[in-house]
T-cell receptor, first 112, second 113 residues
């Protein structure tokens, strides 16, 4: 089983639509959770941290279910500029330190 | 906004040559990392560095790879004898406490010919 699993997409949605991405992770030792955004051939950029209580940042809402090892991201009123690859990322504490483990990403294309 | 700086942005090298990729992490960050992304694939962990030593490394980070923080500001990744399969985007990252989200540099695209 992959450490972090995401539907690769692409998700093609019209502007203004609501779109949801899901992710599952396999390592129960995962400590912290994030959604990153990656534009083509650019570096990953932190979109938001994800908490069990759920958190919202403008049009973006993220949710973590530790029991199911499941993470979600909801984008409301999508904009053309939201087109990117969304990376589900978990931070695992290891014997030596910690490391981020990335999913393969879900590609979003917002169209007129 | 503070940023992680990487140089060069693109490096072309011949197979078997040594390359050094350079990074300047954010000044108050304590944890430093190298990741790589082969074209079309996911971002993969290479190595983490804290308190002037490697704290974790992946299977990819074999004897051909080394890291160094020579002067308290730069953080370098050296590949001793490059192979074709080392062609990838290499990202440096840093974080304050390790369990928070990292800040990534804009990457060095390494092409081995």
């Amino acid at each position: 089983r992959k450490e972090v699993e995401q539907d690769p997409g692409p998700f093609n949605v019209p502007e203004g639509a609501t779109v949801a991405f899901n992710c599952t992770y396999s390592n129960s030792a995962s400590q912290s959770f994030f959604w990153y955004r990656q534009d083509c051939r650019k570096e990953p950029k932190l979109l938001m941290s994800v908490y069990s209580s759920g958190n919202e940042d403008g049009r973006f809402t993220a949710q973590l279910n530790r029991a199911s090892q499941y993470i979600s991201l909801l984008i409301r009123d999508s904009k053309l500029s939201d087109s990117a690859t969304y990376l589900c990322v978990v931070n695992v504490i290891t014997g030596g330190g910690n490391k981020l483990t990335f999913g393969t990403g879900t590609q979003l294309k917002v169209e007129l | 906004e503070p940023e992680v700086t990487q140089t060069p942005s693109h490096q072309v090298t011949q197979m078997g040559q040594e390359v050094i990729l350079r990074c300047v992490p954010i000044s108050n960050h304590l944890y430093f990392y190298w990741y790589r992304q082969i074209l079309g694939q996911k971002v993969e962990f290479l190595v983490s560095f804290y308190n002037n030593e490697i704290s974790e490394k992946s299977e990819i980070f074999d004897d051909q790879f080394s890291v160094e923080r020579p002067d308290g500001s730069n953080f370098t990744l050296k590949i001793r004898s490059t192979k074709l399969e080392d062609s990838a985007m290499y990202f440096c990252a840093s974080s304050v406490i390790g369990v928070d989200g990292y800040t990534f540099g804009s990457g060095t695209r390494l092409t081995v010919v």
